[in-house]
């Protein structure tokens, strides 16, 4: 079984991600803070049909000194590392005068410094393996379109993208791609807090007039870390039902 | 296998695996001159911290630049003692 780390992986997007893995032959292994009960209710459904699919590893993004010890743990643990999808982050919105400089200071921590020191880590093992990788990175549609009110969440996704492009060419020789999933509003904790009326709006200006929904992002996510998309490196898959077209 | 014998059969393997024509290792061979680039420099850092168990280049406070092979080996024999 090929390991497939998913951080936040424990609810939202990142729950249906780790959860199309696991039915598609991986281990996915959620990365959170802590479990929760519908993951263990998750985790027992794998079990059922392909044990050792669905596992869960304890750690605080936000513990980033930590990262080194974190990844190796993962590979004493679980062996060598295939994937790593960049899913965890804070949708903390606000408007931008208003917002309080540690709120800023914080998102910006988990949401890029964050990832992206798991991913020197989880790029280090797989050079170590030898055997290619595949790195995903969940940006949004907001990293290239305007939503007043998530404008520091805005930069963040951007950043996730600017540098996707970038680490693509530094380890594309290593047969290790690296791409963004870049999800439209999808219903989940994180949107939970959206008025029904920008909901509607969102759904009117959708080319499909719909939202998509968290297994239309996991199943970008799949194909992405799939053998597959083997020749795909350095771009951005959107899922948003037509809402940026 | 010593410290050196390692990074060399390291830094064999990885110039073999990134199809580098590798000059003779001698210690004062500079790395530029290596026919290794920075990518191969990367995985065989990560390789040596997988099989000897230090990275001297991340628990350096400063930036490290050994220029010469010896340099680079003696990097690691000080690390792993």
Redesign the interface.
């Known amino acids: 079984m090929r390991n497939v780390v998913v951080t936040g992986g424990t609810r939202g997007l990142g729950i249906a991600i780790a959860r199309k893995l696991a039915a598609d032959g991986y281990r996915a292994i959620a990365v959170a803070r802590q479990q929760n009960d519908h993951f263990a209710a998750c985790v027992q459904q794998a079990e059922a049909t392909a044990p050792g699919s669905l596992r869960f590893a304890a750690f605080d993004l936000n513990d980033i000194a930590f990262i080194p010890k974190f990844v190796a743990s993962l590979s004493e643990e679980f062996g060598p590392l295939h994937g790593l999808v960049n899913n965890a982050g804070l949708g903390t919105s606000g408007i931008l005068a208003t917002l309080a400089d540690p709120q800023i200071e914080r998102l910006l921590r988990l949401n890029v410094t964050s990832p992206i020191t798991l991913t020197k880590y989880a790029v280090r093992a797989m050079m170590v393996g030898g055997a290619g990788g595949r790195i995903v990175n969940i940006s949004s549609v907001v990293a290239s379109t305007g939503y007043s009110g998530l404008s520091v969440y805005a930069a963040s996704k951007a950043a996730l993208a600017g540098f996707t492009r970038s680490l693509a060419r530094e380890i594309g020789p290593l047969g290790i791609t690296v791409n963004c999933v870049a999800p439209g509003f999808v219903d989940t904790d994180m949107t939970g807090g959206m008025k029904p009326a920008q909901r509607a709006q969102i759904i009117r200006r959708s080319a499909l007039r719909r939202l998509p929904d968290a297994k239309d992002v996991a199943a970008a996510v799949a194909f992405l870390v799939s053998d597959a998309a083997g020749n795909v490196t350095g771009t951005t898959v959107t899922v948003d039902a037509g809402n940026t077209a | 296998m010593t410290v050196r014998a390692t990074v060399e059969a390291t830094i064999v393997a990885v110039a073999g ?2 199809a580098k024509a590798l000059p003779p290792l001698t210690d004062d061979l500079p790395l530029l001159d290596s026919g290794l680039d920075s ?1 191969c420099l ?2 065989i850092v ?2 040596l ?2 099989g000897l168990g230090v990275d001297p280049f ?1 628990t350096s406070e400063e930036a490290v630049l050994p220029v010469t092979v010896g340099e680079f080996v003696k990097l690691y024999e000080d690390a792993a003692h």
């Open positions: 695996e990134h990518l990367a995985v990560a390789r911290e997988d991340s």
